[in-house]
Structures are given as structure tokens and as C-alpha cells.
């Protein structure tokens, strides 16, 4: 695991852009598993700007969604689709066709876990998973005590999960359950990027990466992934011991 702390959420969104666009550059038709949420944004933004500016082309990318909320899909406001909407596909021109993202809405959710996976396969599996870290060390959906095996799956939601979701809607929103691509799944990536900002996920990302490998912390297992990049911001560093093995930028 690579470690890498700069001094603001813009040098962190800079330098995670920089991994991304080089681990893909040499690949054809790269699969790109996205994440939604505030810590991403950042990194989307860049790619909106270097694509606009003509110094990247992202027309052969194809994107995965990590997550979405049962009863919600990009038709929804404040669902992770209608974000990544937002943010990332549309400034993008992404087509549909480039995308497979979970259907919360779908009368059949299961089938929409089995979806997921046999597009994976099709695709040669996932280049790149760009992630965030919860309050409580989940990835994805994927909340403490999750199956470290798991594949694309429904999740019964923590309560901390279900609050800080909240802030995704501009009503309250009725939480409940999600779908995500499982632990297992995500550390099947060939290259995973880990995002973490702001002085609140301190204590948890001191959690990841200090404490015992426990699926207590989802986050953590990604220790043990032969490609994983973390960058965090200086606040979301602020408790690390000495900040052993990082890279400073």
C-alpha cells in the first residue's frame, strides 16, 4: 500500500488524477470503477478539465458505479447515479452504453448484483476502483463485518450510514438497504485508489491504517492489495503515528 499525504484536498485530487490517467494510458478500453460522494469530486473536476482542454481523451473508457441506494436510481435526486451524473458522465459525454451502474428501482435487485459481476467479466475485470472511506471504515456499501469473499450485493445499512447519507438529498430520504460491488469484488481491482479528506475521518482512517486487518474496518483489508494508492489530505492524517512510510507532497 502506498501512502501519500499532501497539504490540500487540491494537491490530493491533483495527485490522485495524475495515478489515475497513468494507470490507464497504456490500456484499451479501461473499466473505471467510480465512486460517489464528496471526496472524488475533486478528481472528476480534473478529468472534466483535461478533456476540455483537449489533453485527454476518455472516449474509449468505460465506467462502473460502486454503489446505490435500494428504492433509487439516476432518476432521483441525490442518488449516487444522479451525482456521478452530475459531476463525472455528463460533463464527459459518456454514453450509456459506456456505463453499468445498479438499478435501485429495478423490481428484480438481485439481479441487478449478477449484472454487475458478468459486466466486470465481459470487460476483462475492473483497471482502476476509485474509492472513498466512511465514518465507520466502510468501502462502497460495504459496512463492518461484511464478508471479505462478497460479490455485488444488498446491504443492510448501518445507522451512521444512514444519517450521514442525509446530506446527498434535499429532503429527508428514506434509508434503508444499498447495492454495491462486494470486498471481494473490489479487491479483485488491478489498481485501487483510495480518497480520503477532511479533519472528521482522522480517527478512521488512523483506524485502516494502524490497527489489526479487521473486517471490522472494511477499509483496512485493503492493506493487503498489491496496488493500492491512499491519498489523504493533512487533516484526515492528523492522527497518524509519525506518519510512518508516507509520502509527503
Known amino acids: 500500500m502506498n ?11 491533483t495527485g490522485a488524477t495524475k495515478v489515475l490517467i497513468d494507470s490507464v494510458k497504456e490500456t484499451p478500453k479501461p473499466l473505471v470503477c467510480v465512486a460517489s460522494g464528496d471526496s472524488p469530486k ?8 483535461r478533456v476540455e ?11 462502473l458505479g460502486l454503489d446505490e441506494w435500494i428504492g433509487l436510481n439516476g432518476q432521483d435526486i441525490g442518488s449516487c447515479r444522479y451525482h456521478l451524473d452530475q459531476d463525472l458522465f455528463h460533463p464527459l459525454g459518456v454514453s450509456d452504453q459506456q456505463i453499468c451502474f445498479f ?5 428484480d435487485v438481485f439481479s441487478e448484483c449478477i449484472i454487475n459481476e458478468m ?21 462502497g456499501m460495504n459496512e463492518p463485518f461484511t464478508s471479505e469473499d462478497s460479490r455485488s450485493q444488498i446491504i443492510d445499512l448501518d445507522p451512521l450510514t444512514i444519517q450521514t447519507g442525509q446530506k446527498y438529498f434535499e429532503q429527508p430520504q428514506k434509508l434503508s438497504q444499498g447495492l454495491t460491488l462486494g470486498l471481494g469484488t473490489l479487491m479483485e481491482s488491478r489498481i485501487i485508489l483510495l480518497l480520503v ?12 491504517l494502524e490497527e489489526e486487518v479487521s473486517i471490522s474496518c472494511p477499509a483496512s483489508l485493503l492493506r493487503h492489495h498489491p496496488n493500492c494508492h491512499v491519498f489523504l489530505d493533512h487533516a484526515a492524517s492528523s492522527l497518524l503515528d509519525l506518519k510512518k512510510g508516507c509520502e509527503k507532497i
Open 119 to 139: 459486466y466486470i467479466k465481459k470487460q476483462g475485470g475492473i483497471d482502476v476502483a476509485i474509492l472513498g472511506l466512511g465514518l465507520n471504515g466502510h468501502i
Open 42 to 49: 475533486g478528481v472528476y473536476k480534473k478529468l472534466v478539465s
Open 53 to 63: 482542454a483537449n489533453s485527454l481523451d476518455t472516449a474509449d473508457w468505460y465506467f
Open 197 to 208: 479528506d477532511g479533519q472528521n475521518k482522522a480517527p478512521i482512517v488512523k483506524k485502516m
Open 103 to 107: 438499478d435501485g428501482r429495478s423490481v
Open 3 to 13: 501512502v501519500t499525504i499532501s497539504n490540500t484536498y487540491e494537491e490530493l485530487s
